[in-house]
């Protein structure tokens, strides 16, 4: 069974900085494709951001681009989200999430992903 725990969330001015970790219980670590979502209250969610299994490609909604990264540690079973210049509408509750893949591709499908931590919430106050 593959487990995903997040952490790094928190309540955050505007125009401040945090960083999400997802661990990653999978000594395969490096099959899996990754991605980070969010869910605001009454809100669908949406993709992040997306890192494919070597870490080279990776994919941005375009309201995050330029303020938010994603990375991957293979050493470590662990993928960042470092988000910076955070606004009031980034504010929801984040999942890390993985997808067995073969391929260096990208997900950016929701029905893409099988497995899905708990959530960590993220607050931007004004």
């Known amino acids: 069974q593959v487990v995903l725990v997040e952490s790094g969330g928190g309540l955050v001015q505007a125009g401040g900085s945090l960083r999400l970790s997802c661990t990653i219980s999978?000594?395969?670590?490096?099959?899996?494709?990754l991605g980070w979502w969010r869910q605001a209250p009454g809100k669908d969610r949406e993709l992040v951001a997306a890192i494919n299994r070597s870490g080279k490609t990776t994919h941005y909604t375009n309201s995050v681009k330029g303020r938010f990264t994603i990375s991957r540690d293979n050493n470590n079973n662990t993928v960042y989200l470092q988000m910076d210049s955070l606004k009031p509408e980034d504010t929801a509750v984040y999942y890390c999430?993985?997808?067995?893949?073969?391929?260096?591709?990208?997900?950016?499908?929701?029905?893409?992903?099988?497995?899905w931590g708990q959530g960590t919430q993220v607050t931007v106050s004004s």
């Open positions: 999978e000594r395969t670590f490096t099959n899996y494709a």
């Open positions: 999430a993985a997808q067995y893949s073969r391929y260096e591709y990208i997900y950016a499908d929701r029905a893409d992903y099988n497995y």
